[in-house]
Each structure stands twice: as structure tokens, then as C-alpha cells.
């Protein structure tokens, strides 16, 4: 008998172990599209399940790829850039040309412009080790420029076989869910949600030449704010819509606090403004620097939140990194939550997150 798949998540589908992976009770197989448990209460009730699966088991489905003759179709998040770039791609994929998309461009200001932020992303790969054979914008979500992308995909395709590849939580899923509803017409055939790692095995989807898209789990990034907050305060630090740019003016040793979750600290430059780019919904509380230490203390897990103090039980200490800004317009970015843009140069600042969580200083997005 040939082994049943789920067409939502790829996993291999069984009917003996409840909470085994891949689980669908015997009554689904008769259906023409086989659904497991999992991804049917994702779809259904929003609800998610742990997976079973370790970073080795993901590796060792990219290390497959890298023995392939195909297109590498990388997906990114526009929003959290560095906290969603695959760190050493390159020596997964072999000689296989790169095709890189930055997804969620609706999130950002619509005063940014297009051409500008290709060329952004075309410097930022360069840096990160990377040249993709070319650069795309999407909005998976809002469906957004997928028509181009399509094209892309077929022109340097070649008549071969493309896989997707991305970090959990970049809209992989349902960037491809797209594709197909523009190929074929098709609805949401692929379980997407905003809770990371919900592809658990290759899932082939057949193109018109014989040759397949394969959408890929998505890797986990340790060092991203998601797998730092419960699924309540993902969603409240997730964008759902554009973000509105938030600017303080700061005297010198003044201190914002980013919720719970991490901390900016202007120490020296004179009086200036920042810029704050982060969740609408993220509530951003401005202090005396010196009174910092004392406020988060007390005041995490309820004044400043998230997390609410449940959730501050478990949250790791914040670590401190310290940045002198030498040339103008750069983004401090606190990975998976946003960033915040020092317009002049010669500013002494400092970041705090969660320990585990990457911050670095880089070019200007916007």
C-alpha cells in the first residue's frame, strides 16, 4: 500500500497513535484530500501542536537539496530580515542558483519604494555571503506582486525541478498556497499559520512539465524573539498590518522599553530623534536611563508587558550590547521584533534582549 501523505503539512499519515505525529483518524481516509490531525485543528481552531522534529531532521532534508540539478527559491521576511536569513544556505544548495524573495512588503511604510529596497536586499545578501540570481517583493499575505514572482520562477527555472526554502514563520506556506491559487486556481492547499514550524516534510507540488515545487520545512532560527514568547504575545509583536513609524525625541541617557522584551538606551550624542519600527500593538515606554534597571525589576510582567508575569517566569535575562554609530542612517534591529533608525552619525547607544536573541547594527532599511 502506498504511504498517504497529509496535504496540508507532507507528514506521512498514520491512524494508530493519538498524539503521534501525523496522526488522522481512520474514518479521513476515505476523503480525497487526507488532512492529520494537527494541521486540521491549525486550520480550523487556529489551535497548534509541538512537532516532534529536531534541527538535524530539517538539515537533513536541505542536505537532499544540495544533491539536486534545481531552482532554490529562498523566502525572507522583509520585516525581520536578518532574524529570518538561513545562515550558510549556500552550503546546503551546491552549485544551484538562488531566487530571492522578500515577503510581508505590505508591512512596511508605503513611502518606501520598491526599486530601493531590491537594492537593499541585493547589499544586505552580498554582505550575508549570498548573490541570488535576482530579488523579488511579495505579499503572500495580501497576494501582492505573485504574478512577477511566478514569472521569475519560470524564467530561471529552466525546466527543472524548484524548491522553497525558508525560516519557520516567513509566509512560506503561504506564498506557495498563492502560487498554486494563481497556476491552478486552487485554494489554500498547504496548512499556513503564524506559529512556527508547520511544514513537517517535503510536500511536491507537480507543475505542467513533469517537474515539481517542493515546499520545505521551515528551518528554526534560535536566536529569533518568537521562540522566546507564548503564542499569545507572538501575535501581539507579528505585524498584521503596515507599520506606523514611531519617533522619539530623546535627551541623552533616556531609555525606551519595547514591552518586556527588550530595551533601547540612548547614551550619548545630544538631543536627537529615533525612529521606531515595530508592531503597532507593542507598547513602547520611555524612562531616565537611570532609572532603567530599577523599572524593569519592578515593573516586567505587568507595566511593561509582553510577557505578563507568567510568561516573565521563564523569559531569559536581558544581555547588553553596546553600539557607537559612525555614519549616518543605520537600524539597530532587535531580531524578530523590529528595529529602530539612528538618522546621524555619532551616537552611543545600547541594546538589551533576551539572552539568545541576535541584535546588530546594519545599513538603513528605510
Same mark, same amino acid.
Given at each position: 500500500?502506498?504511504?498517504?501523505?497529509?496535504?496540508?503539512?507532507?507528514?506521512?499519515? /498514520?491512524?494508530?497513535?493519538?498524539?503521534?505525529?501525523?496522526?488522522?483518524?481512520?474514518?479521513?481516509? !476515505?476523503? !480525497?484530500?487526507?488532512?492529520?490531525?494537527?494541521?486540521?485543528?491549525?486550520?480550523?481552531?487556529?489551535?497548534?501542536?509541538?512537532? +516532534?522534529?529536531?534541527?538535524?531532521?530539517?538539515?537533513?532534508?536541505?542536505?537532499?537539496?544540495?544533491?539536486?540539478?534545481?531552482?532554490?527559491?529562498?523566502? &525572507?521576511?522583509?520585516?525581520?530580515?536578518?532574524?529570518?536569513?538561513?545562515?550558510?544556505?549556500?552550503?546546503? &544548495?551546491?552549485?544551484?542558483?538562488?531566487?530571492?524573495?522578500?515577503?510581508?512588503?505590505?508591512?512596511?511604510?508605503?513611502?518606501?519604494?520598491?526599486?530601493?529596497?531590491?537594492?537593499?536586499?541585493?547589499?544586505?545578501? @552580498?554582505?550575508?555571503?549570498?548573490?541570488?540570481?535576482?530579488?523579488?517583493?511579495?505579499?503572500?499575505? %495580501?497576494?501582492?506582486?505573485? %504574478?512577477?514572482?511566478? $514569472?521569475?520562477?519560470?524564467?530561471?527555472?529552466?525546466?527543472?525541478?524548484?524548491?522553497?526554502?525558508?525560516?519557520?514563520?516567513?509566509?512560506?506556506?503561504?506564498?506557495?498556497?498563492?502560487?498554486? @491559487? !494563481?497556476?491552478?486556481?486552487?485554494?489554500?492547499?498547504?496548512?499556513?499559520?503564524?506559529?512556527?514550524?508547520?511544514?513537517?516534510?517535503?510536500? !511536491?507540488?507537480? *507543475?505542467?512539465?513533469?517537474? $515539481?515545487?517542493?515546499?520545505?520545512?521551515?528551518?528554526?532560527?534560535?536566536? /529569533?524573539?518568537?521562540?522566546?514568547?507564548?503564542?499569545?504575545?507572538?501575535?501581539?509583536?507579528?505585524?498584521? %498590518?503596515?507599520?506606523?513609524?514611531?519617533?522619539?525625541?530623546?535627551?541623552?541617557?533616556?531609555?525606551?522599553?519595547?514591552?518586556? *522584551?527588550?530595551?533601547?538606551?540612548?547614551?550619548?550624542?545630544?538631543?536627537?530623534?529615533?525612529?521606531?519600527?515595530?508592531?503597532?500593538?507593542?507598547?513602547?515606554?520611555?524612562?531616565?536611563?537611570?532609572?532603567?534597571?530599577? *523599572?524593569?525589576?519592578?515593573?516586567?510582567?505587568?507595566?511593561?508587558?509582553?510577557?505578563?508575569?507568567?510568561?516573565?517566569?521563564?523569559?531569559?535575562?536581558?544581555?547588553?550590547?553596546?553600539?557607537?554609530?559612525?555614519?549616518?542612517?543605520?537600524?539597530? &534591529?532587535? +531580531?524578530?521584533?523590529?528595529?529602530?533608525?539612528?538618522?546621524?552619525?555619532?551616537?552611543?547607544?545600547?541594546?538589551?534582549?533576551?539572552?539568545?536573541? /541576535?541584535? *546588530?547594527?546594519?545599513?538603513?532599511?528605510?
Amino acid at each position: 500500500m502506498n504511504e498517504l501523505q497529509c496535504v496540508g503539512c507532507g507528514v506521512a499519515i /498514520q491512524t494508530t497513535d493519538k498524539e503521534g505525529l501525523g496522526y488522522a483518524p481512520p474514518s479521513s481516509l !476515505e476523503k !480525497e484530500k487526507i488532512i492529520c490531525q494537527r494541521c486540521f485543528k491549525l486550520k480550523h481552531y487556529n489551535e497548534v501542536q509541538d512537532v +516532534s522534529l529536531t534541527d538535524d531532521d530539517f538539515l537533513k532534508i536541505l542536505n537532499e537539496i544540495g544533491r539536486t540539478d534545481s531552482l532554490i527559491v529562498k523566502i &525572507v521576511d522583509i520585516f525581520d530580515f536578518n532574524g529570518s536569513w538561513l545562515p550558510g544556505l549556500h552550503r546546503f &544548495v551546491g552549485n544551484n542558483p538562488i531566487l530571492l524573495i522578500g515577503n510581508k512588503v505590505d508591512l512596511l511604510p508605503k513611502s518606501v519604494k520598491p526599486a530601493k529596497l531590491i537594492q537593499w536586499m541585493k547589499h544586505e545578501a @552580498k554582505e550575508l555571503g549570498m548573490k541570488p540570481i535576482d530579488v523579488q517583493l511579495v505579499s503572500a499575505g %495580501k497576494g501582492h506582486f505573485i %504574478k512577477e514572482a511566478v $514569472d521569475a520562477i519560470e524564467q530561471y527555472r529552466n525546466g527543472k525541478d524548484v524548491y522553497v526554502v525558508g525560516c519557520t514563520n516567513v509566509g512560506k506556506s503561504t506564498f506557495i498556497n498563492r502560487i498554486i @491559487k !494563481e497556476v491552478a486556481g486552487e485554494e489554500d492547499v498547504i496548512t499556513t499559520s503564524h506559529f512556527p514550524g508547520t511544514t513537517l516534510d517535503m510536500i !511536491e507540488i507537480p *507543475l505542467d512539465d513533469g517537474h $515539481d515545487l517542493i515546499d520545505t520545512p521551515g528551518i528554526i532560527n534560535h536566536h /529569533q524573539m518568537a521562540h522566546f514568547v507564548d503564542k499569545t504575545d507572538l501575535k501581539i509583536i507579528t505585524p498584521k %498590518k503596515e507599520i506606523k513609524p514611531r519617533v522619539f525625541q530623546l535627551n541623552e541617557e533616556q531609555t525606551l522599553f519595547f514591552g518586556g *522584551l527588550g530595551r533601547f538606551d540612548y547614551i550619548s550624542g545630544g538631543r536627537r530623534s529615533f525612529t521606531c519600527y515595530l508592531s503597532n500593538e507593542l507598547n513602547i515606554h520611555r524612562t531616565k536611563l537611570e532609572n532603567a534597571d530599577d *523599572l524593569y525589576e519592578k515593573h516586567a510582567g505587568d507595566m511593561l508587558q509582553p510577557p505578563d508575569k507568567e510568561g516573565m517566569d521563564e523569559f531569559p535575562e536581558l544581555i547588553r550590547y553596546e553600539f557607537s554609530v559612525k555614519e549616518g542612517k543605520m537600524d539597530v &534591529v532587535f +531580531s524578530g521584533l523590529g528595529w529602530v533608525t539612528i538618522n546621524e552619525p555619532g551616537a552611543r547607544v545600547a541594546a538589551h534582549v533576551p539572552k539568545g536573541v /541576535q541584535v *546588530l547594527l546594519r545599513k538603513s532599511l528605510i
